[in-house]
C-alpha cells in the first residue's frame, strides 16, 4: 500500500537555527497536507499544497511541493521555542476518492534555548 | 464557530471490555474520520463517515466500528479491548469533497488506556 516517510524523526536545534524536515510519498499525490501537535495536544492543520512544483509561505515557514508530486519538504527559518511539536505530512491514500489521509510518522523538533 | 468536540477525554478499560467513543464536528462539516495514534504507529486511519456512511475503512479488525447520525456526531466502538489498543484516538471533520482533500480539523482526542 502507499507509505508517507518522513526524515528525521526528530531534530534537535538550538533556538534561532533553521530546521527542515523532508517527506515522500510512494505514489503521485494529488495534494499534500502539513499538520503540527505540540506536546500533548492534537494535530492542527497548517496548509495544503496542489500544484506540481507549488511554493507556500507563513512567515517562517516555508513549504514545497516537489515537482513530481511525490516529495515536500517543510523549513522554518530562526526557530523559536514556540515551534516546539511534532510536523506531519499527509496524502490522500492511493484510492484517491474518498479514502483515508496517510500520515507520514512525523518530526519531532526539539529545542533548546 | 466551536471545535470538534470528542468525549470522554480519558478513559481506562480492562481487557475483554468494550468502549465507545463519541465525537461532534464542526457545523456544517458531513464528514468525520477517526484516527489511532500510537508512539509506535503513529497516525493510522481507522475509518471515515460522510452522511451516516462509511466511505472508507482502514486497516484494522472487525473490533473496532463506528456509526454516524444524521446530525454528523460520530461514534466509535472497540469490543473485546486489547493492551494493545491503548493509544490516543482522534476524531476529525472535514468538508470532504470527492478527492479527499479538505483538510481535517482535529478533536482533543480520547486517550484509552487497556489495563
Known amino acids: 500500500g502507499q507509505q508517507v516517510m518522513q526524515i528525521p524523526q526528530y531534530q534537535h536545534v538550538q533556538e534561532g537555527e533553521d530546521f527542515t524536515t523532508y517527506c515522500n510519498s510512494s505514489?503521485?499525490?494529488?495534494?499534500i497536507q502539513w499538520y503540527k501537535q505540540r506536546p500533548g495536544g492534537h494535530p492542527v492543520f497548517l496548509i495544503q499544497?496542489?500544484?506540481?512544483?507549488e511554493v507556500k509561505k507563513q512567515k517562517r515557514l516555508t513549504f514545497q511541493f516537489g515537482e513530481a508530486k511525490k516529495n515536500s519538504s517543510l523549513h522554518i527559518t530562526a526557530t523559536q521555542t514556540t515551534d516546539v511539536g511534532t510536523y506531519f505530512c499527509a496524502g490522500p491514500s492511493s484510492g484517491g476518492g474518498a479514502d483515508g489521509l496517510t500520515f507520514g510518522k512525523g518530526t519531532h523538533l526539539i529545542i533548546q534555548p | 464557530k466551536a471545535g470538534v468536540t470528542q468525549t470522554p477525554r480519558y478513559l481506562i478499560k480492562t481487557r475483554g471490555q468494550q468502549v465507545t467513543l463519541s465525537c461532534s464536528p464542526i457545523s456544517g462539516h458531513r464528514s468525520v474520520s477517526w484516527y489511532q495514534q500510537t508512539p509506535g504507529q503513529g497516525l493510522q486511519f481507522l475509518f471515515e463517515?460522510?452522511?451516516?456512511?462509511?466511505?472508507n475503512k482502514g486497516n484494522f479488525p472487525g473490533r473496532f466500528s463506528g456509526r454516524q447520525f444524521s446530525n454528523s456526531r460520530s461514534e466509535m466502538n472497540v469490543s473485546t479491548l486489547e493492551l494493545g489498543d491503548s493509544a490516543l484516538y482522534l476524531c476529525a471533520s472535514s468538508l470532504r469533497g470527492r478527492r479527499g482533500d479538505s483538510p481535517l480539523h482535529f478533536g482533543n482526542g480520547t486517550r484509552l488506556t487497556v489495563t
Open positions: 499544497l496542489v500544484k506540481s512544483g
Open positions: 505514489t503521485t499525490l494529488s495534494n
Open positions: 463517515y460522510f452522511s451516516e456512511t462509511q466511505r
